[in-house]
């Protein structure tokens, strides 16, 4: 039972916290009663979170410290820590997680749910839980429908490259298409990033993690016309320049990328399947590369994801003619006219049986 004592007009109480230091805490509360209610409350739960070896009163903010002190990935945890910072560790729960996910992003997509809250949240709690008695939680995901992602090939980025708004937007097509880059990493693409002599580009900030990513020669021909012309400044801080393909953000692309594909009257692709879903499909459907080989030129994690989200069939024949052979063309069997022949109907017949049968019974 903790003792409760008065300061000013509020009760307050000690508590051994669980490394086993006193420390002081206001109940809040002006009655005396309801004070020795709320502090023996407490003071069970810390010694059940001593017993079990964890922290019971630790606040989101905190783990999420130690989480990123531990050299962990901090991306998308600000708003986290705005909005859920100040709750304890223990009071947040796999229900009230999904329940409350779109308290932070309102007009999410349950993908963008599930990459930037469920999984960054659920990383921090159980780094937290391994530090102290090593148990787990498990958030279970929003459902996703999978988007139907089309690719294209040379011939539609050469009509792209014919119709495209600037030089520059052609050469950011063209090099999504060969390197797999999503957009907003192209868009960060500096001169210091390109290496033209051995043809690479090092993508520094990306999804996963930093990759080189190399280049035909008549990328690097389109990259070094590039970066010979006067640099592009940010409309947003003249100090700055946006990048080497002369864009500041991916939301400064798309204003023209449909636009391109209406005057070049090829059917609309965004970049993301223009680029990375076609260099996939162009690798391993079309060239027949390797999964192993085009996931890791692509930067993806896997060989998994990139043939179950990425790689699409055509969906032709070509494949299934080539190996079982071409389809047989349907002769037509041409049958003797029979017009001029006189036939005889089963009826007839056998009524003629019928009659040579009487007859020849007849006394």
């Given amino acids: 039972m903790a003792k409760v004592f008065k300061r000013g007009k509020v009760y307050h109480h000690y508590y051994t916290d669980a490394h086993g230091k006193q420390r002081k805490r206001s109940t809040g509360l002006t009655s005396k009663k309801q004070a020795q209610e709320e502090a023996d409350a407490f003071v069970a739960r810390i010694k059940v979170g001593n017993l079990r070896g964890y922290d019971a009163e630790l606040q989101l903010f905190e783990a999420i410290i130690a989480y990123e002190a531990a050299g962990k990935p901090s991306r998308f945890l600000d708003k986290i820590t705005k909005h859920w910072g100040h709750m304890k560790v223990r009071l947040i729960k796999p229900a009230w997680v999904r329940a409350h996910a779109k308290d932070i992003y309102p007009d999410a997509l349950p993908s963008t749910l599930n990459r930037q809250v469920i999984t960054p949240l659920q990383a921090v709690i159980n780094h937290a839980y391994q530090a102290e008695d090593g148990r787990q939680i498990k958030i279970e995901k929003f459902a996703v429908d999978p988007k139907k992602k089309s690719a294209v090939d040379a011939e539609w980025h050469e009509k792209f490259a014919e119709h495209a708004l600037s030089f520059g937007m052609a050469a950011m097509a063209r090099f999504m298409y060969e390197t797999a880059a999503r957009i907003s990493e192209a868009c960060r693409v500096q001169p210091e990033d390109v290496?033209?002599?051995?043809?690479?580009?090092?993508?520094?900030?990306?999804?996963?993690?930093?990759?080189?990513?190399?280049?035909?020669?008549?990328?690097?021909?389109?990259?070094?016309?590039?970066?010979?012309?006067?640099?592009?400044?940010?409309?947003?801080?003249?100090?700055?320049?946006?990048?080497?393909?002369?864009?500041?953000?991916?939301?400064?692309?798309?204003?023209?990328?449909?636009?391109?594909?209406?005057?070049?009257?090829?059917?609309?692709?965004?970049?993301?399947?223009?680029?990375?879903?076609?260099?996939?499909?162009?690798?391993?459907?079309?060239?027949?590369?390797?999964?192993?080989?085009?996931?890791?030129?692509?930067?993806?994690?896997?060989?998994?994801?990139?043939?179950?989200?990425?790689?699409?069939?055509?969906?032709s024949h070509d494949i299934i003619d080539s190996v079982f052979g071409a389809p047989i063309e349907k002769k037509a069997q041409n049958t003797p006219k029979t017009d001029d022949v006189p036939t005889i109907s089963e009826n007839d017949k056998e009524n003629n049986s019928l009659q040579g049968k009487i007859r020849s019974n007849r006394p």
């Avoid at 940010?234 to 002369?246: I, T």
């Avoid at 391993?284 to 990425?310: C, F, N």
């Fill in 195 to 315: 290496d033209l002599e051995a043809r690479t580009v090092n993508l520094t900030k990306t999804k996963t993690k930093p990759r080189i990513a190399r280049i035909s020669q008549p990328m690097a021909d389109m990259l070094a016309e590039l970066m010979s012309k006067p640099r592009i400044a940010n409309r947003m801080n003249k100090k700055k320049v946006n990048g080497v393909f002369g864009y500041a953000s991916r939301h400064a692309v798309y204003n023209g990328w449909k636009t391109t594909c209406d005057r070049a009257g090829i059917p609309y692709a965004p970049p993301h399947s223009s680029g990375r879903v076609s260099f996939a499909t162009e690798l391993v459907v079309r060239q027949g590369i390797d999964p192993v080989t085009a996931a890791k030129l692509g930067g993806w994690a896997s060989p998994k994801v990139m043939m179950d989200t990425y790689a699409k069939s055509d969906g």
